[in-house]
């Protein structure tokens, strides 16, 4: 590491020639302050910054890292692949593979189009309900995020039946008049939205266990619930499942929760940590997009064989391994040592989990919504965050987003998280955060 430039240097060099010295908003560590880590090399549970610390990565590439950095299948996949060559623009092997594979694990699943990133799949999901319907309008929910396409980038309005409010600067007056936005969880608004809209209703788009508000997990009966008003709408009742997908289980959480939607949106998992997306659905609605169809959907490097080959080998050893339970079983060892360790502290903290999916949200009470998640108090958040990075733990730098468990954490990992979580619990020291000017935008990675 003596070659390499701190983490401070290279940021003060990045922010010469990148907007804000990084490619993706959270990374610039606004939420917590200070300066942000470079990584230089990752392997199993750590990593190493530019600075030559080791941590243990709890963030894991913000999902798809489910087998661990550098993990020698997929290295050895994705090494076959580059040596044979990084792109071609035409079809390959692989990606009949990958589709096949993802149609076995997938019931409901008939047809896979494989894009380039999560923004892409749900931006082509959406186009095709709205050439299925007909129809323009898309009903969303607050504090689901589904990448930064213009139409998605919308948070709740003033009304539980008006359209929403942009997130962002440059997003055309137009759009915001095409997007519902709803509270999570809240089934009695969806249902008055569908009473008001259904004639005009599209698509019904949610995250099934939202995971861009930090963790929050769907209330019993609600994504059911979705399925029966979009039925009785006439809409495409979308899951987008970036995160979710082979997350919890080898399939969907669609499928492992007994509720199938229209068209699935995937990512990260699928790739292996390189870039990928992909929308699965029945044949009725997928044969719609071009060439056989009259939906337009095109990408030069999409399929690509380097990423294909990534995803095709850690689906593989994930339906081989079955690290699911294991992942579950630390999860919760997690949740509950974090829940006591904040009781004895005198603590308000509240730790959301599912399989190996947790946050911790400085709230004293369950988060169903974006509302209760932003209760949570932040700057508690980036004082617990930095404690936590001093004490050699990764976690994501934003009290609004997942922490992942992968199959490479092992007992002792665990154990050092909950020292350094009891340490943090502790500690007083609060960093004064930058002034951002108003409130932040929907930031994923």
Request: glycine fraction near 12%.
């Amino acid at each position: 590491m003596a070659d390499m430039a701190s983490s401070h240097d290279l940021f003060e060099r990045a922010k010469r020639v990148i907007p804000g010295g990084v490619n993706s908003p959270v990374r610039a560590f606004h939420a917590v302050g200070g300066t942000p880590v470079f990584i230089a090399s990752g392997r199993g549970s750590r990593l190493v910054t530019s600075d030559g610390r080791e941590l243990i990565d709890f963030c894991g590439s913000w999902g798809p890292l489910i087998l661990g950095h550098a993990h020698p299948e997929v290295v050895s996949a994705v090494a076959a692949a580059a040596a044979n060559g990084t792109s071609f623009g035409a079809a390959t092997q692989g990606e009949v593979e990958l589709a096949e594979l993802l149609c076995r694990q997938i019931p409901y699943a008939d047809r896979v189009r494989l894009v380039n990133s999560g923004t892409e799949s749900v931006m082509t999901a959406l186009r095709l309900a709205r050439a299925h319907t007909g129809r323009d309008l898309i009903l969303k929910f607050d504090g689901c995020y589904h990448g930064h396409a213009d139409q998605l980038l919308v948070a709740a309005g003033s009304g539980l039946l008006t359209q929403g409010v942009a997130t962002s600067q440059g997003i055309p007056q137009a759009v915001l008049t095409s997007t519902l936005v709803l509270p999570y969880n809240d089934l009695a608004a969806v249902g008055q939205a569908v009473a008001v809209h259904a004639d005009k209703l599209a698509a019904i788009i949610v995250e099934p266990v939202a995971g861009n508000m930090g963790l929050v997990a769907p209330a019993p009966g609600f994504l059911a619930g979705l399925r029966k008003l979009a039925d009785q709408a006439g809409a495409v009742l979308v899951f987008d499942e970036v995160i979710t997908g082979f997350r919890l289980g080898p399939t969907t959480y669609g499928k492992l929760c007994g509720v199938t939607p229209d068209l699935t949106c995937l990512g990260k998992i699928i790739g292996g940590g390189l870039p990928i997306g992909a929308v699965a659905g029945p044949a009725g609605i997928m044969d719609r997009l071009a060439p056989v169809g009259d939906v337009y959907q095109a990408g030069t490097l999409s399929g690509n064989p380097v990423a294909v080959a990534a995803g095709l080998a850690t689906l593989h050893a994930v339906i081989r391994d079955n690290p699911y339970p294991r992942l579950a079983e630390r999860g919760t060892r997690i949740r509950q040592a974090v829940m006591a360790a904040a009781a004895a502290a005198g603590r308000t903290v509240y730790c959301a989990q599912l399989g190996g999916m947790f946050t911790i949200f400085f709230t004293p009470a369950a988060v169903g919504n974006k509302q209760d998640a932003t209760r949570s108090n932040t700057q508690e958040h980036a004082r617990f965050f930095h404690s936590m990075l001093d004490s050699g733990i990764y976690l994501p730098p934003s009290q609004f987003e997942v922490a992942f468990v992968s199959a490479a954490h092992s007992d002792e990992d665990v154990e050092l998280f909950l020292a350094a979580f009891g340490k943090a619990m502790q500690d007083s020291t609060i960093p004064t955060l930058p002034d951002k000017g108003g409130q932040p935008i929907a930031e994923d990675i």
